[in-house]
């Protein structure tokens, strides 16, 4: 049984073209292999793969500010994040990143929060397991205001 799904995997492996044996190839030099019928992914397997999970971004913003908040978004994503990318100027700011949910007419924070230095590069803040609901980006700046760029994401 295992021998049989070994050959028949190779044998559709060498239909879809992925795979072409050394003598084949070696006989043609210098020809483009042409896609087969087998090769092109069928109408059932491109809805497929435009429903698979990715990465989407609910807000995006850029400031020169202490305090930048993204609108509340609802989602049922299981997993959202902040990416925060700010400058210093060398003056020691910290940037500090959390995600609140609206419960109960109240904004609660989300999974902690992540804080670090501005130096330019991107942080990440993300929490997992999320239930659905209203969510929010808050990132703060602290001790002075500068450049900010913020992206608020789901998966899913």
């Avoid at 913003?61 to 959202?80: C, E």
């Avoid at 500090?96 to 991107?122: M, P």
């Avoid at 990440?124 to 609901?133: D, F, L, Q, S, T």
Wanted: hydrophobic share 40%; glycine share 10%.
């Amino acid at each position: 049984m295992m021998r049989n799904l070994s050959a028949t995997i190779a044998a559709g492996v060498l239909a879809a073209g992925l795979l072409v044996p050394g003598a084949a190839h070696a006989a043609a030099p210098g020809t483009a292999l042409a896609p087969t019928a087998a090769s092109l992914p069928s109408a059932g397997e491109a809805v497929h793969a435009s429903a698979q999970a990715r990465w989407s971004t609910l807000w995006s913003g850029r400031a020169n500010t202490k305090k930048l908040q993204s609108p509340s978004r609802n989602t049922r994503a299981k997993v959202l994040q902040i990416v925060v990318q700010c400058w210093n100027g060398g003056d020691g700011t910290r940037a500090k990143a959390y995600i609140q949910r609206r419960y109960a007419g109240l904004w609660i924070t989300a999974g902690g929060s992540s804080s670090g230095y501005c130096v330019g590069g991107k942080m990440y803040h993300r929490i997992r397991n999320v239930p659905a609901g209203t969510y929010r980006a808050v990132i703060t700046l602290s001790p002075k205001a500068h450049t900010v760029n913020a992206w608020f994401q789901q998966y899913g």
